[in-house]
């Protein structure tokens, strides 16, 4: 390695993991938020968490685990314990060639799934995690199409998938098609910033759905947008219209989204960026953005920026 790359090398930025004290009602109602922040090894960072399950004594969280030795993700499976916010055991549960992250998960009937961003491939694939092995076996490809950070969701009634398939700037929406066995575009929606990828699981709230999304205006996950989606088709009383009525309110946008909350990092040295944000059983894990080296990094960073802009 060059010394001009080692020298950028300590520009490196870190993600950092934490719980919300108070659950979904702080986040949705709360001006701050209270975290308690888990204790990280120095090697490598975690980021996407989602909650696997919550006992007396533990958190699991299926998370992307990103090795300073090997630069790309992997998911692997954390315990922590609840007391002392320690990481007792880390099991990498999938790696591949390319590089994994968003290990989103879907049960049903009985199930558990995982379904991790690899974009690089070219496809989303499903596996089921077998909570006595602690393992993931491959089910099988359910979308062909090039996803980032994708999550499915039955709270419309029907299987749908929330995705980011073109930028940041669109949230694209997928429907299962059972003939093919694969998700398939349906629907898109467009956002007057960058501000529409996905930053974790849609949720329920008071009766409504919610999502939070990645807010990169700034940086690439510089914050948390939560908003909220209304289905068109649910506003409206269906035995009112005749099937020529319902079928051209279908072919008009079904989904509108609308921003209700903005969250920025509330640690109080990593506030680079928040971009993911998960609840299970009451549980509430997110991560946060700083620099490795702390202020040296962002030294560092200001330096590398300031010479790009010199050598344009």
């Known amino acids: 390695m060059n010394i001009i790359k080692k020298i950028g090398r300590l520009s490196d930025v870190r993600w950092t993991l934490g719980f919300v004290r108070g659950g979904m009602q702080t986040v949705m109602e709360g ?51 609840r007391k002392s916010m320690e990481i007792v055991s880390r099991k990498v549960l999938l790696e591949l060639p390319t590089h994994l992250s968003f290990p989103a998960i879907w049960r049903k009937n009985g199930h558990i799934y995982v379904y991790p961003e ?4 070219g496809r989303l694939d499903m596996y089921e995690y077998d909570a006595v092995k602690e393992e993931l076996t491959f089910v099988k490809t359910i979308c062909d ?31 299962y098609d059972p003939k093919k066995e694969r998700f398939v575009a349906y629907e898109l929606i467009d956002s007057q ?40 088709l649910k ?18 946008q079904r989904f509108s989204v ?39 990094g962002a030294m560092i960073s200001k330096l590398i920026r300031k010479l790009k802009k010199y050598n344009r």
Do not use: C
Not at 147 to 174: C, Q
């Open 193 to 232: 910033k960058p501000n529409s990828r996905l930053g974790g699981a849609v949720f329920v709230y008071d009766g409504q759905v919610y999502y939070p999304a990645q807010e990169n205006s700034k940086t690439y996950g510089g914050a948390i947008d939560i908003k909220r989606i209304d289905d068109r």
């Open 118 to 121: 690899n974009a690089n491939s």
């Open 235 to 252: 506003m409206i009383d269906e035995s009112h219209l005749d099937a020529a009525h319902l079928d051209a309110l279908r072919l008009e």
């Open 31 to 81: 001006d701050h938020l209270d975290v308690d922040w888990v204790k990280m090894s120095k090697d490598r960072w975690y980021a996407d968490p989602f909650v696997l399950d919550v006992t007396d004594d533990e958190i699991l969280l299926l998370a992307e685990d990103f090795g300073y030795d090997i630069r790309k993700g992997v998911i692997s499976l954390l315990h922590i314990k």
């Open 145 to 175: 199409d090039v996803v980032w950070d994708s999550y499915i969701t039955e709270a419309f009634g029907e299987t749908l998938m929330f995705t980011a398939a073109h930028n940041d700037w669109h949230l694209d929406i997928y429907s």
């Open 258 to 296: 609308e921003t209700v909350k903005h969250i920025e990092s509330p640690h109080p040295k990593m506030k680079l960026g928040m971009h993911t944000m998960n609840e299970y059983k009451g549980v509430v894990v997110i991560d946060v953005k700083g620099y490795r080296y702390g202020k040296l």
